[in-house]
């Protein structure tokens, strides 16, 4: 089953460790474009584009602030929101800050909602993931939402979608961040990835290269706007004015680990976040230039 042992027609908890994980598996089930998917998140749609393509996601920001593509913690506003998805596609919604809504409207209110939501699945090939941050139940509690929403895990056989294809004859990506051991600064070291030709530009790819950008250390706001341009000539253009900029700081930023296996660590320290903002390129080059 797409969702993994999650059944049609049934809600189900996830007990959230790790957001990251969480909607690395948003992100792969929406992907596959077998299924609507519904996200109710606690981080706004900026944020939310650093995991997930919201071209292939419904999602909306739970939030009191009244702006384009939120929606308020109202357990009314929310339920009609999914039941109204419910009643078309096939596809699963999730919803989190779920502890936050009982800090709100309590414990019973709150699951009140969940039971009329599960009546709604009746025979419906959705499913309904309510993700909980924090352990907020008594043991009472625990037993009554647990009746409604069983516990739920992310399978560990998921194939979480990464950025291996742009193209047929593009070289696979050779970023393994979490192998790699931090600068003697205590900086994440930063690794030239495979550049991304014209006919292998996608806003997907686009999406996910910002991302292993940001995981660098980069400042890479600049190239967001690729992300919502109609035309992908025009997005390209602008990712690509951002890539010749993350190269270059790359290669000044492996400068700097000379200058700082010769002691300059406080000006090091200084140079290298310029650096990964892409900021003061000449200038850094030039002070580079002068102690080497």
Same mark, same amino acid.
């Given at each position: 089953m797409s969702m993994g042992a999650m059944e049609l027609g049934r809600i189900y908890t996830l007990n959230l460790v790790s957001q990251d994980e969480m909607l690395g598996y948003v992100d792969t089930v929406s992907m596959k474009d077998q299924e609507h998917v519904l996200l109710l998140s606690r981080l706004p749609q900026r944020r939310l584009l650093e995991h997930v393509d919201l071209d292939k996601v419904e999602a909306y920001w739970v939030t009191t602030q009244d702006v384009t593509g939120s929606i308020q913690p109202s357990l009314e506003q929310i339920h009609d929101l999914v039941v109204s998805r419910v009643e078309n596609h096939t596809g699963i919604a999730i919803i989190e800050g779920i502890e936050w809504l009982i800090s709100i409207h309590g414990f019973s209110e709150v699951l009140r909602m969940v039971m009329k939501m599960k009546d709604s699945l009746h025979r419906k090939p959705w499913s309904i993931l309510l993700v909980v941050a924090e352990d907020i139940f008594d043991e009472v509690q625990i037993t009554k939402w647990q009746r409604e929403a069983p516990s739920w895990n992310i399978p560990k056989n998921v194939e979480f979608v990464e950025f291996d294809e742009v193209a047929e004859d593009t070289?696979?990506?050779?970023?393994?961040?979490?192998?790699?051991?931090?600068?003697?600064?205590?900086?994440?070291?930063?690794?030239?990835?495979?550049?991304?030709?014209?006919?292998?530009?996608?806003?997907?790819?686009? #999406?996910?290269? =910002? *991302?292993?950008? /940001?995981?660098?250390?980069?400042? @890479?706001?600049?190239?967001?706007?690729?992300?919502? %341009?109609?035309?992908?000539?025009?997005?390209?253009?602008?990712?690509?004015?951002?890539?010749?900029?993350?190269?270059?700081?790359?290669?000044?930023?492996? #400068?700097?680990? =000379? *200058?700082?296996? /010769?002691?300059?660590?406080?000006? @090091?320290?200084?140079?290298?976040?310029?650096?990964? %903002?892409?900021?003061?390129?000449?200038?850094?080059?030039?002070?580079?230039?002068?102690?080497?």
């Open positions: 070289e696979e990506l050779e970023l393994e961040l979490n192998e790699k051991p931090l600068n003697d600064d205590g900086s994440t070291p930063l690794s030239f990835l495979v550049r991304i030709p014209r006919e292998g530009y996608s806003k997907d790819i686009a #999406r996910r290269r =910002i *991302l292993q950008w /940001r995981r660098m250390g980069l400042d @890479v706001s600049s190239a967001e706007p690729a992300l919502f %341009q109609d035309s992908d000539d025009k997005g390209f253009e602008i990712y690509k004015s951002v890539e010749r900029k993350v190269r270059r700081a790359i290669e000044l930023d492996n #400068r700097l680990d =000379i *200058l700082l296996e /010769r002691g300059h660590r406080s000006e @090091v320290t200084k140079m290298r976040f310029r650096v990964r %903002q892409l900021t003061g390129f000449d200038d850094v080059e030039s002070r580079i230039d002068k102690l080497i």
